[in-house]
């Protein structure tokens, strides 16, 4: 995984060590691997019993990490790691790939639903503890979301925001690159999962968020297809996933909750509240990382993604609050309040997986730096 003009080492890996902690970095590799092999086996379901110690080897690491990530006071990154990567590795089978076809067998194993449950449900209560829910409970609802969009349309710059625009260099310019392609080129997928159901104006308004993400269907004009170029631009793999070892578990953990929110639709109202803030804030983000490319003189199409996010999000923000989450917290009276939830959740993960990213940029300019 590298560009012609950069080696990106991969975060993922293991390096050996009489630590503790490098010890249990070893094993949770071991049982990826060992998760993996499952994953692969022709009808999971009828054939675990023949995998039973390959199972309970991954069973036990699994257990180990729920309780390293979410029960202990100190955050252990490898455990979060771990588990963001197994619960990704489930959820990415609600998507096409177009690749080979046995790679879905297992799309609805029970076992993996299994292993997927036991994660979701020590990682949900873990996330929502880090929120005041009965706050949001008593919140004049359609007041907080327009404040909070109005707020977000243009922030404060953050340390990592300026970062990026003041600091950032060539080298960490491509790893950013490395690291958004894991969502930039498969860009929208998702929130097409929650499109079916009830013709209403809200229904439509996200059909037509979906199809601008899509290029009104035309592969040319899709989103992915500028954040392609821009990657082919640096000699990049241009492959979903191609840089998947790079994606640090923050960034993991907001497309698991993607998935979570959009395949349960009881979730709707959170999933619509979590997309109003990324369409609103997504301006923001993009002009730092578009600020990066011009002050480094890189080419139109090093960051012509950029540019089109800009001019559209800022449609598709006031698309989300108008036609969307307004809507919505009138005909959930109820239940609204978790439009809010999913709104802060996004912003608290995003805000959250920004600095991951940071963090790792710094890594790989000091890496450089240090080689050269």
């Not at 949770?28 to 675990?48: P, V």
């Not at 983000?285 to 999000?313: F, P, T, V």
Request: charged residues 25%; aromatic residues 10%; contains cysteine.
């Amino acid at each position: 995984m590298q560009s012609n003009l950069v080696t990106l080492p991969n975060f993922g890996a293991v390096v050996k060590s009489s630590r503790p902690e490098a010890q249990t970095s070893i094993q949770y590799d071991r049982a990826e691997q060992l998760f993996l092999e499952l994953l692969a086996i022709d009808d999971l379901d009828n054939q675990l019993h023949q995998e039973a110690a390959k199972a309970r080897e991954f069973e036990q690491a699994l257990s180990t990490a729920i309780e390293a990530a979410y029960q202990n006071s100190h955050a252990d990154e490898r455990a979060h790691l771990f588990l963001q990567r197994i619960l990704y590795w489930i959820n990415r089978l609600k998507l096409f790939w177009y690749d080979d076809l046995r790679h879905y067998t297992n799309e609805r194993s029970l076992y993996l639903s299994c292993c997927r449950n036991q994660i979701e449900a020590a990682w949900q209560a873990w996330e929502l503890a880090q929120i005041d829910v009965p706050a949001l409970q008593r919140l004049n609802v359609k007041q907080a979301l327009i404040e909070r969009a109005t707020a977000d349309l243009d922030p404060p710059l953050s340390p990592e925001s300026r970062y990026i625009q003041e600091q950032m260099s060539e080298v960490g310019y491509r790893h950013l690159l490395a690291i958004g392609s894991f969502d930039g080129l498969v860009e929208g997928s998702r929130l097409s999962r929650i499109l079916g159901g009830a013709a209403n104006e809200v229904q439509c308004t996200l059909v037509r968020v979906l199809l601008e993400e899509y290029g009104n269907g035309r592969l040319s004009r899709k989103h992915s297809t500028f954040f392609a170029q821009m990657l082919i631009e640096f000699g990049m793999n241009t492959e979903p996933e191609g840089y998947f070892d790079l994606v640090p578990w923050e960034v993991l953990a907001c497309a698991n909750q993607n998935f979570l929110t959009t395949e349960r639709k009881r979730y709707f109202l959170r999933y619509s509240g979590a997309l109003t803030y990324f369409e609103v804030a997504g301006p923001a983000a993009y002009r730092n990382y578009l600020a990066a490319a011009q002050r480094l003189q890189l080419s139109d199409a090093a960051m012509g993604y950029w540019e089109l996010h800009i001019r559209e999000d800022e449609r598709h923000g006031q698309w989300m609050l108008d036609s969307v989450a307004l809507p919505l917290a009138e005909q959930y009276p109820d239940d609204a309040w978790e439009l809010v939830l999913g709104y802060d959740q996004e912003k608290l993960m995003g805000d959250r997986a920004a600095k991951a990213v940071v963090q790792s940029i710094l890594a790989i300019e000091q890496a450089t730096l240090l080689i050269s």
